[in-house]
């Protein structure tokens, strides 16, 4: 969190000083002003905190749960395939669980009044407390005389009430119903039977008495905390919390309190609740919450609850209290006359959106964030964007700018208690910078976003500020019963000008391990010994982290040096067992593994160099995790940002962290087309520059000379240090080499051509064919392997089919610019007239030039040619590496984005007793690249300090949160569910015993008590289904659904491919019941089912297994019908080879097919057949699976399959080639295994998808095709 404030104990004095200023309880002034929120707390599913709750959502965890194994009381209750009305089809949702404890000595609370009281009170005391405590006002230590509570609470069946209406009237109704049943039974014996049903429920003593009324829950609050201004609850269905909020902004604009705390509370979803939503099928029979899905089919709900602690912003300000969030405005709205009370209206959302506009002054283009109501019901999500796009408008230009998203994804519906997730997630938001992620599998195309500035906010992203105007969000939610509120938030005003701690490196809270830097030093032959000590230290350390620290403080001179990456106590004795082994064999070798175990048995003597990238190193998401995890990095991005904020129509964040979805085809290539320009392509790679030689300082890594590659060397000027030039004197050169660029650019004075990337051809081979190529220029020399040449694209042509016919591997860049070539001579010029002004200072480290390969000159008028030099001459990158090894270089650390002059170096430099690093990995992130840079450094010899940059800090919030979480863990458990009565067989028979009824047979016993409870629950679900039924078809049409139907989609896909072969193939979309399977399926698969169902396999997965098994049966049968075997589904049965691939067998008749493939992904089956004797793999994949396809092509492709392949890096080309190698793969019975890389793709049409798969000197040809919003492929071969 945000540490900027005073420390708690001097804003408690300067809090009581203030408050004492006027009599206890004394009005104050009336205030027109904006609100502070300065603390909160929460907990969620999953989430026993704040901290855990946003550590949840940046890592996308999906909170929903199939129920508590006591929450329903009856498991008949539960019938996913019945078509009753007030049948509950699904128990998943998000529960609290294990989270829900109350310590009730904390609070002096009786602990005989927590088990029959509503659980919500509790909660919500628990909540309340811990917000002031994050506040830095704790209860019992600050004067809370003006302090007061609002709360959002829906009352319906809970713990407390259901317990006190069977107390109080069900068992004297029991009574009288049995003396009718039983007029024979003496009235005491009644009394005996109703009085052990009493026993099983939760007494209520007279101090439990209170739980029962609702708004005793924030009396309850009051009266524990001391809170002495307005107290009360209200209930506004989903709005409520929004709602509350609003009233505790106005009791403290209208000087009725000081402190006001705020939220929303809902711990107890009910089965009640869930026979109510039910009926009316809101809710999602997949049992997943997806809203602006595709796959979206209802909601899903949750518990939780939140509050916040809201101070006038002035009076914040004064007492330099923390501020997560500054309300602007809440717009609030009904329905009025709609078509039924349950449907969204139109009309009222954009009369709450533009009555909080409007109260703020704020344009609504001003957002940077906004969390939808998004309840996954598809009408609602519908009317939400079309509501949102009439006050937002409509998309300007190709790029949408605007991330929406909704927690609820993650953790369900919380209705009352749904707007405090959503407050603190926007809240957390803008403290950290961070634009939030949200579940949403395939963007639902029907809701229209392509025409709005929005796009669903799927990936975690740095939340970069381009605008003078401090960051705001949005906050939508929307009652049923029509009640609409908008919330609008803006960043602090502190925060906007002080940083954030590290916040997308959260300190472990139980599930999300930080790896450690572990160092040893010694005598090679000692090491082995020091390793076997650290081995016997993490076997009992209780603290990780700090272990590690420890052992880079016992660090020594000794020449042997040895670090480990580790996570984990036993990620770190694994890795040590393998330093122990090679120590065992040769403690005189050097070892290095891919997965962090770095040692070397002497010291390399010698000087460090940074080098810097320039123009195309960049690439999209480039280093996004080290913006988000590190303030000084998203600060380099800001600024050149918003450099030119309305100047461009795309902005430079919305090209370097582009948005996930909602970017059509144009808009895409606009994007591409952007990212590689000269000038955005320039300044984010100058930014990112900038930010890691930051880091790297602030790691103690200290350069001896600088090497800038291209447009690097400006980079590598600036940090030199020998301009002194301020951050801000920076950005203004930016700005004005900019309009150069484009002044010269739009004169027309320099020719475009093409540049050409020549790499795998000997450099005597590429300077003959060169030669043999008059017009053209060799611009740069990046390694003995690889040159870039510019010219004419007729001639770059020439000389392309030139050399690849000789073997190289080339690639045409997307810049039409002569880069370093006389033609960009007025540009050179006017960025020389620039440079002229510019006073230098040469500093202790040297700056190598590109131009020259040798270090820059020292003089003014020198250094100032040679800079400008570097324009128009051949970028000399590797000579000046190999001049800067002669000069006696042994450290080599790229410091930008991506690796690329790595690989330039490590080519240059083959064999040498060289350490060549960069800081960032595309596949392993920026920050845990870092981890490994530090390694390989420390034992190269340089002596480095614990890297405790990379560690997550430590405030005094998420310490007092750490303590807090501790003690909640010993707390008691809260329980939740309804009470239900059940009676063992031994109580059975004594109650049958009181009645004078038979002995119940003994297979009947059990079920013969139980069923009196169906009956009893069923009769109160009854009284409540004539209402239900006379609403049921206002409801459907207003939620947008209608009872679930399990019809299947079936489409025959052998007419799409044709395959040189007998073959059948079917595409399945739909969720088939289990009843209606059975009939489809053999003895075998029966017993497969059953065991799904008693592992509790989610929803997804039986679809997945059912659908295919269905396609490949209906194959199956025609392939065999071909051959005279007509038969059923049933006695068609799929098992599975050792090696885990699919056949078909046939139980009666002892055959086998084994060619057969299946399937599965995103609610689609496949399955396909093939005639004896050939071999089938089909696999069918959707683009939106590929978060980074840059970097899911650079692991699933070889480095001869990345060069040779004609391929875009963007998610369709990635998916086709996953698709085609898993097709393939499945073809030989094997599948991928991880390896697709040993799948090389050898031949591969673009214009057709017709490709072929070599492995193991075998060799399979694929057909593929788009399939809906997918891609099917298609392999196939002759067996021998």
């Known amino acids: ?90 128990n998943r949702g998000g529960f609290l669980g294990d989270l829900s404890r109350f310590n009730p000595a904390e609070f002096g609370t009786m602990p005989a009044s927590i088990d029959g009281a509503q659980p919500d009170q509790m909660m919500a005391l628990q909540i309340c407390a811990d917000a002031l405590n994050d506040a830095g006002y704790r209860a019992g230590e600050a004067d809370h005389t003006g302090t007061g509570v609002i709360l959002g609470h829906s009352v319906h069946a809970h713990r407390a009430n259901t317990n006190g209406v069977q107390q109080a009237w069900y068992h004297d109704q029991l009574r009288n119903f049995l003396a009718r049943l039983f007029p024979h039974v003496e009235r005491a014996r009644l009394h005996e039977v109703t009085d052990l049903l009493k026993s099983k429920l939760p007494p209520i003593p007279p101090e439990a008495v209170p739980g029962l009324v609702p708004n005793v829950m924030t009396g309850r609050v009051a009266n524990r905390l001391d809170l002495m201004g307005p107290n009360y609850i209200i209930d506004a269905a989903c709005s409520s919390a929004l709602i509350a909020l609003e009233l505790a902004a106005g009791e403290l604009r209208a000087g009725n309190a000081r402190l006001m705390l705020a939220g929303g509370v809902n711990t107890t979803t009910s089965p009640l609740v869930y026979s109510v939503f039910c009926s009316v099928d809101a809710l999602s029979r997949s049992g997943t919450i997806r809203p602006f899905s595709t796959d979206a089919n209802g909601t899903v709900l949750g518990e939780g609850a939140g509050a916040v602690v809201l101070k006038r912003l002035e009076d914040a300000l004064a007492d330099e209290d923390r501020i997560y969030a500054v309300i602007k405005a809440v717009g609030q709205s009904s329905d009025g006359k709609s078509s039924g009370l349950m449907a969204p209206r139109l009309e009222g959302e954009v009369l709450a959106m533009r009555r909080a506009y409007e109260i703020s002054g704020l344009d609504p283009a001003s957002i940077g964030l906004v969390e939808a109501h998004g309840t996954g019901i598809p009408l609602g999500d519908r009317t939400e964007v079309t509501a949102l796009r009439q006050i937002f408008g409509e998309r300007q230009g190709d790029v949408p700018t ?270 591409d087309a952007l990212l590689h320009s000269v000038d955005y392509g320039s300044e984010m790679v100058f930014a990112a520059d900038q930010a890691v030689f930051g880091l790297l300082t602030d790691l103690g890594i200290r350069p001896d000379a600088l090497l800038g590659h291209s447009t690097g060397e400006n980079a590598a000027i600036v940090a030199s240090g020998w301009f002194g030039m301020s951050r801000d004197q920076v950005g203004a050169m930016i700005a004005r080499m900019n309009e150069v660029f484009n002044a010269v650019n739009g004169s027309g004075e320099i020719p475009e051509g093409q540049l050409l990337t ?125 001049n800067m090894y002669d000069a006696g270089f042994r450290r080599f650390v790229e410091c930008g984005p991506n690796a690329t002059l790595t690989a330039f170096v490590r080519d240059t430099l083959p064999g040498k007793p060289v350490v060549i690093v960069s800081a960032d990995n595309r596949r392993r992130g920026m920050v845990a690249q870092l981890r490994h840079l530090v390694a390989q450094l420390f034992t190269s010899g ?170 490949v049966k209906r194959a199956a049968r025609e392939i065999l019908a071909q051959a005279d075997m007509p038969l059923t589904d049933a006695q068609i049965c799929i098992a599975k080879t050792e090696a885990g691939a699919p056949i078909v067998t046939l139980p009666d008749a002892g055959l086998q097919l084994y060619g057969t493939s299946i399937a599965h992904s995103g609610g689609v089956g496949v399955g396909a057949v093939a005639a004896h ?67 090389e793709i050898v031949e591969f049409d673009a214009s057709s998808a017709v490709a072929r798969v070599a492995n193991q000197g075998l060799t399979v040809d694929t057909r593929s095709g788009r399939v809906g919003p997918g891609i099917c492929s298609f392999g196939y071969l002759l067996s021998a």
């Open 1 to 90: 969190m945000y540490s900027g404030a005073q420390p708690p104990e001097r804003r408690l004095a300067r809090w009581q000083t203030r408050a004492t200023g006027s009599a206890p309880g004394g009005r104050m002034t009336s205030y027109s002003g904006d609100i502070a929120i300065i603390g909160m707390a929460g907990v969620y599913p999953q989430a026993e905190d704040i901290d855990a709750y946003w550590a949840n959502i940046l890592a996308k965890r999906d909170a929903v749960t199939e129920a508590p194994p006591d929450w329903l009381g009856l498991s008949e209750l539960l019938d996913p395939d019945s078509d009753d009305l007030m049948s509950i089809y699904t």
């Open 402 to 671: 605007i991330p929406i998203g909704s927690v609820k994804s993650m953790i369900g519906h919380c209705i009352p208690a749904a707007g405090s997730a959503s407050i603190i997630k926007q809240a957390l938001a803008l403290t950290h910078r961070i634009i939030p992620p949200t579940l949403c599998d395939e963007i639902n195309g029907d809701l229209g976003f392509e025409g709005t500035p929005f796009y669903v906010s799927t990936e975690a992203r740095p939340w970069v500020r381009s605008s003078d105007a401090p960051r705001r969000a949005a906050v939508n939610a929307f009652g049923f019963g029509g009640i609409n509120a908008h919330l609008i938030l803006e960043e602090s005003p502190v925060g906007m000008h002080a940083d954030a701690t590290a916040a997308f490196l959260p300190r472990a809270v139980d599930a999300a391990p930080v790896e450690q830097v572990f160092v040893l030093t010694a005598e090679p032959a000692d090491m082995a010994e020091a390793v076997a000590t650290l081995q016997t230290q993490a076997e009992t350390a209780q603290d990780f982290a700090g272990l590690a620290r420890d052992s880079w403080a016992r660090a020594s001179d000794a020449p042997a040096r040895l670090a480990v990456i580790a996570a984990d106590p036993a990620e770190l004795a694994k890795k040590l067992a393998t330093a122990a082994k090679h120590f065992a064999k040769d403690p005189h070798a050097a070892l290095q593994t891919r997965n962090g175990v770095y040692y070397e048995p002497a010291r390399m003597e010698g000087k460090t160099a940074f080098l810097f990238p320039g123009e195309m190193a960049q690439y999209p998401g480039m280093m996004a995790d080290a913006v988000m995890a590190f303030p000084q990095v998203r600060r380099w991005f800001d600024l050149v940002a918003g450099l030119f904020e309305g100047k461009r129509d795309i902005r430079l964040q919305d090209v370097a962290f582009p948005p996930p979805t909602c970017v059509d085809e144009a808009g895409q290539a606009r994007l």
């Open 758 to 882: 020549i790499a795998g051809l000997a450099r005597d081979e590429f300077t003959a064919a060169f030669e043999r190529h008059p017009g053209l220029h060799f611009t740069m020399d990046n390694c003995p392997n690889q040159a870039i040449v510019f010219g004419p694209a007729e001639a770059v042509a020439a000389l392309q089919a030139d050399v690849v016919a000789q073997g190289a591997v080339c690639t045409t860049l997307p810049i039409s610019w002569g880069y370093h070539t006389e033609y960009v001579t007025p540009m050179a010029e006017g960025f020389g007239a620039l440079f002229a002004d510019l006073k230098m200072q040469p500093g202790a480290v040297d700056i190598y030039s590109c131009a020259t390969a040798q270090p820059f000159p020292r003089r003014q008028k020198a250094f100032h040619d040679t800079a400008i030099a570097q324009y128009t001459s051949r970028v000399a990158f590797r000579e000046a590496i190999e």
């Open 942 to 1111: 340089l002596d480095l300090d614990y890297p405790a940059l990379l560690d997550p800090r430590e405030t005094a919030d998420t310490l007092r949160r750490a303590e807090t979480r501790t003690k909640r863990r010993k707390a008691r458990f809260l329980p939740s569910n309804l009470p239900f009565p059940v009676l063992d067989e031994a109580e059975a028979e004594s109650v049958r015993a009181l009645l004078g009824a038979n002995a119940a047979p003994a297979a009947l016993a059990t079920p013969a008590v139980q069923h009196n409870g169906t009956a009893a629950v069923g009769q109160h679900l009854q009284m409540m289904q004539q209402f239900l039924g006379g609403q049921e078809r206002v409801a459907h049409d207003a939620l947008g659904t209608a009872p679930a139907r399990r019809q299947i989609e079936v489409l025959d896909l052998t007419p799409q491919f044709a395959l040189p072969m007998a073959y059948r193939a079917y595409l399945m979309r739909g969720t088939p019941s289990s009843s209606a399977m059975a009939r489809h399926l053999a003895d075998e698969e029966k017993a497969q089912a059953r065991d799904m169902a008693a592992k509790g396999e989610d929803a997804a997965a039986w679809q997945h297994w059912s659908l295919s098994r269905l396609a």
């Open 1173 to 1239: 004797p050939w071999r089938i793999g089909v696999d069918y994949e959707t683009p939106d699976r590929i978060r980074e396809p840059a970097n899911f092509l650079d692991a699933i492709l070889s480095d001869r399959e990345a060069a040779r392949l004609p391929i875009r890096p963007d998610a369709d080309s990635a998916v086709l080639l996953w698709s085609i190698k898993e097709a393939a793969a499945k073809t030989l019975g094997q599948g991928l295994q991880g390896r697709p890389q040993d799948f």
